[in-house]
């Protein structure tokens, strides 16, 4: 049973690029969320998906951009990069129950954009 | 500012001891807590998980307690491991009856065992 994989698992970009990071979820999990980890800080979440749908939305501004797809999947866009964009994008997959309640969210290994 | 945070950062433990983990939190509306375990180069494992109407729970050599009069977690790994060394986050889902909805992490203690 695979887990939560993530491509790629590196990325250099320079400032004012474009980048999108894609996510697959652990099996039988519909639900994705986003976090962004800088060196040393806890993650921070960017956005969750469900249903193809952006669902929660954390502090981050409308460069940070997402997708789901219908077999679950997600890509994370962020545009006009910055130096203070690089970070380990972390991606988190659950299972979201009647009622809307989302069961525990197992992240994925990352990927770690560097923005020269 | 952070809300959910860790007492210190660095937690250093002879192989065998008992090794205990603190954080606190601020929002009196979180009603489910997690750690999380991150080793260098890797994301986030989880390891246990608590909901508010509860103040105890176990696993395998780890107790989660949560004490919600004084809003604080902690983390208990008993005969502590060399493969335990890691960083160690707690996070909580602010938005009750949420889930693990959008989690909030502190800033993490990182583990260190001393052989």
């Known amino acids: 049973d695979a887990g939560v994989t993530q491509s790629p698992t590196h990325l250099i970009k320079t400032r004012g690029q474009q980048v999108t990071l894609r996510c697959s979820p652990k099996s039988g999990h519909d639900t994705v969320s986003w976090y962004q980890q800088a060196l040393g800080q806890g993650p921070q979440f960017i956005f969750q998906?469900?249903?193809?749908?952006?669902?929660q939305r954390g502090n981050f501004p409308d460069r940070f951009s997402g997708h789901q797809f219908p077999n679950y999947s997600s890509e994370l866009n962020v545009n006009a990069l910055l130096l203070g964009d690089s970070a380990l994008y972390l991606c988190a997959s659950s299972f979201r129950r009647s009622g809307g309640y989302t069961d525990t969210q197992y992240f994925g290994p990352g990927t770690r954009l560097t923005v020269l | 500012g952070e809300s959910v945070g860790l007492h210190l950062p660095t937690l250093s433990v002879q192989e065998g001891d008992n090794s205990i983990i603190n954080c606190a939190y601020s929002?009196?509306?979180?009603?489910?807590f997690i750690w999380y375990k991150q080793e260098s180069g890797k994301g986030p494992q989880f390891i246990i998980d608590?909901?508010?109407?509860?103040d105890k729970r176990q696993g395998q050599r780890v107790t989660v307690l949560l004490n919600k009069t004084v809003k604080h977690l902690s983390l208990q790994i008993a005969a502590t491991q060399p493969g335990d060394s890691a960083v160690y986050f707690c996070?909580?889902?602010?938005?009750?009856?949420?889930?693990?909805?959008?989690?909030?992490f502190g800033k993490g203690t990182h583990l260190i065992i001393q052989p």
């Open positions: 608590i909901r508010s109407n509860m």
């Open positions: 996070a909580e889902n602010r938005r009750s009856g949420g889930g693990a909805d959008g989690l909030t």
């Open positions: 929002n009196s509306a979180s009603d489910y």
């Open positions: 998906y469900y249903e193809e749908e952006e669902r």
